[in-house]
């Protein structure tokens, strides 16, 4: 019988055979016709990202608009350049990087054509007393060339106002409001839920301020972190409040007065918040948004619309920054590696500090021989204790090259922040770094009752009398118990000796300041777990100083990206429809899990954490 699809084994191929494989060719054109087009197209936006021929041009006069959105970070999430991408509106970005704002103002200080420097707060959600910090030094210097800086706002949040003293003038809108708060330490704590729900957390800790899963395991503060937070608290308001108070030619007392005594000012002023910030000298002056573009139209001039004439700081930094191409080719070089976020293992992307991708960045800076020094520029509470260890090692391997290694804290550097900061060879901190928690700690839950209340038992054997491991369906055996808690007093006995080395310090001496205790830079001084205090640029310095170079160039040095990420770092600034949704194609528009949620499901052997939970810093 004639087989159907090959009918004639003379006359070609069947009538279906012929019909399927005319299909399958259209098919294969499209799909190479597509793949060329989306081709074209990408290398139609590389060419238009890359090209300079769009760089703005700036104004023979006028106005730096500092305007920084959401929160100013030493390194930006890998997720919130695509997310603009995908965003169809034109939001300004949700992060705001500390060096692109310190690099704008410094420009600005040398660039006679920027006559003042305009501080919009607005869209700022926080930065904190430390960056903050670092910003008022650069604004210092802008001002001592005799021009002004402004700030204006609708209202000012306490870390918006914060940044606004730097300002010789605050101007606010007449419905807006300083809200001046303090800082306050509070959390959820969820034993009675547990307890309802019959579920057990087994919390094993080596350090008594050591307080991260407190909230696990207790219904209130423990007295040990209501102590240490405490101070700290007070400590780093007290600086806060000194610098507004300097700033603004206020009395001391002055801004407890206004936070502690709110209700009563606005009462007395029938709740007008502008009035009662006007009469405690809060702000300068009173003004619509009108007013305001007209009296900086007054300072700077007009532009062809009639508004002030002004340069955003983004815009700006297009126009003035270097290409870098053959820029410092023949000088040694400072290196620069920024470690931001909660310590996970692995390989992680910018936002959080994976053990494997920080290590590769140290040894391959080891690896540069343009590279004469390293800076390590910290700002982290900490994570799991394998992945900090996995970066102490290569920090060592580095230290073996001969060249020197400064570690740099910005706003938090404690716990696991504090393990791979103590190999340095020094240590520079800011006086409000939130550092220390030395200390470590891990967590074991077991719901075993809460499935036995709804019916759900676990039985088996094993052949040993730890086999199976801990299981949360299981009780914790005492055995396993065991395990873990000289398993995490280990870790922390490791820790200990970790700072013995690194700092040249009794290991007695070191654990009389450790057992969890966070510290202020300042504290952190006195207690030797640092050096110096100082800024990043500070620490860059002193690098250099070891290293013994008078002239050189300063590198930052980015962790490594796969393609997609770097196509869509070059494409940032192109904001077409057709890049988003290639962005969404491609799959590099993720949403980033919490860092928390991923550290607490991370497989470190045995699960020591080096978190400190005092230490968001305010």
Not at 42 to 68: K, T
Not at 502 to 522: C, D, F, L, N, Q
Not at 536 to 560: C, F, I, M, N, Q
């Amino acid at each position: 019988m004639p087989d159907p699809i090959d009918s004639s084994r003379e006359g070609g191929p069947g009538l279906l055979r012929r019909i399927f494989g005319g299909l399958w060719g259209a098919v294969t054109w499209v799909r190479i016709a597509l793949a060329n087009i989306v081709f074209i197209v990408f290398a139609l936006l590389i060419f238009g990202a890359l090209s300079h021929d769009s760089l703005p041009q700036l104004p023979e006069r006028g106005a730096l608009v500092l305007n920084p959105s959401g929160d100013i970070v030493e390194q930006l999430d890998f997720v919130d350049p695509v997310a603009q991408l995908l965003d169809g509106a034109d939001h300004p970005p949700p992060q705001t990087l500390l060096a692109d704002v310190l690099d704008a103002i410094h420009h600005a200080t040398e660039d006679k054509r920027i006559e003042a420097i305009v501080l919009a707060t607005d869209a700022l959600s926080g930065a904190g007393i430390t960056k903050t910090r670092d910003i008022a030094t650069a604004l210092e210097a802008f001002r001592a060339t005799g021009r002004k800086v402004i700030a204006v706002g609708d209202a000012y949040s306490q870390d918006q106002y914060l940044l606004a003293v730097q300002a010789d003038e605050i101007w606010m809108h007449p419905m807006g409001f300083v809200e001046l708060t303090g800082y306050g330490g509070y959390q959820s704590y969820f034993r009675g839920l547990f307890d309802k729900l019959k579920i057990d957390v087994h919390v094993f800790r080596s350090g008594t301020f050591k307080s991260a899963f407190e909230p696990l395991e207790r219904s209130d503060m423990s007295e040990a972190s209501r102590l240490e937070t405490g101070e700290l608290l007070q400590e780093i308001w007290s600086a806060a409040t000194g610098m507004m108070t300097q700033r603004r030619q206020l009395p001391p007392e002055s801004v407890d007065h206004y936070a502690n005594s709110l209700g009563e000012i606005l009462g007395r002023h029938k709740g007008d918040a502008a009035a009662a910030a006007m009469e405690h000298g809060l702000i300068d002056a009173i003004k619509s948004r009108t007013e305001m573009d007209e009296a900086l139209a007054e300072l700077v001039g007009t532009d062809d619309d009639g508004r002030f004439t002004r340069t955003g700081f983004r815009e700006y930094l297009r126009a003035v920054r270097p290409l870098g191409i053959g820029d410092g080719a023949d000088k040694p070089v400072v290196g620069l590696i920024v470690a931001s976020g909660t310590i996970l293992d692995g390989e992680q992307p910018p936002g959080s500090i994976g053990g494997d991708t920080l290590a590769e960045q140290v040894r391959d800076a080891a690896d540069d021989d343009d590279i004469k020094a390293l800076v390590l520029r910290i700002d982290s509470p900490g994570g799991s204790g394998f992945a900090s260890e996995v970066v102490r090692e290569a920090l060592l391997e580095f230290k073996q090259t001969g060249k020197p290694l400064v570690a740099s804290m910005s706003s938090v550097a404690a716990s696991g922040g504090y393990w791979i900061a103590a190999p340095a060879d020094e240590i520079w901190a800011a006086p409000t770094t939130i550092t220390g928690s030395i200390g470590v700690l891990s967590a074991f839950p077991s719901v075993s009752r809460a499935l036995g209340e709804i019916g759900i038992t676990t039985d088996g054997l094993g052949t040993t009398a730890i086999a199976g491991g801990p299981d949360p369906t299981r009780p914790l055996t005492p055995q396993w118990e065991q395990i873990l808690s000289l398993s995490n007093a280990n870790a922390y006995q490791r820790f200990l000796s970790i700072v013995s080395e690194g700092r040249e310090m009794p290991v007695e001496k070191v654990a009389g300041i450790a057992e969890g205790r966070v510290w202020s830079g300042t504290r952190a001084l006195e207690n030797g777990l640092i050096d110096k205090l100082g800024s990043l640029d500070d620490a860059l310095k002193s690098a250099a100083a070891l290293a013994k170079l008078d002239d050189y160039d300063t590198r930052t040095l980015d962790p490594p990206a796969d393609w997609r990420q770097e196509l869509m770092r070059a494409l940032t600034g192109s904001q077409t429809t057709l890049l988003r949704q290639l962005a969404a194609v491609f799959g590099v528009g993720r949403v980033q899990e919490d860092p928390l949620l991923r550290l607490l499901q991370s497989a470190d052997p045995m699960a020591p954490y080096a978190l400190c939970s005092a230490c968001v810093a305010p």
